[in-house]
């Protein structure tokens, strides 16, 4: 079994920065693919962020290129989500996931286990 605990949520004022984070525990950390999604009030669960096994490769949701950097620290079995300048469209519950494969992957069917999630609030 795989626990994921996320933290780092708040709130912050638009143009404002959060880091988030993800620490695993469980089985072997570095095998897993990992994850971050959103989920507005009123809206689906949607792809934030992937990141692969070794950190090599990453995948980002457009809405967030260029603002939002993945990274993790496999020794510390701990996955972030750098967050800068955000906006008030960022505001959401933000989950931590990971995946069954060791790919960047974009789709929740490949993400098996998942954190309770972390909320990010962003005031205009």
């Known amino acids: 079994q795989v626990q994921l605990v996320e933290s780092g949520g708040g709130l912050v004022q638009a143009g404002g920065s959060l880091r988030l984070s993800c620490s695993v525990s469980g089985r072997t950390f570095s095998i897993y693919g990992m994850g971050w999604f959103r989920q507005a009030p009123g809206k689906g669960r949607e792809f934030v962020a992937g990141i692969s096994w070794t950190g090599r490769s990453t995948n980002y949701a457009d809405s967030v290129k260029g603002r939002f950097t993945i990274s993790r620290d496999n020794a510390k079995n701990t996955v972030y989500l750098q967050m800068n300048s955000l906006k008030p469209e960022d505001t959401a519950l933000y989950y931590c996931?990971?995946?069954?494969?060791?790919?960047?992957?974009?789709?929740?069917?490949?993400?098996?286990?998942w954190g309770q999630g972390t909320q990010v609030t962003v005031s205009s």
């Open positions: 996931a990971a995946a069954f494969t060791a790919q960047a992957s974009t789709t929740q069917a490949s993400y098996a286990y």
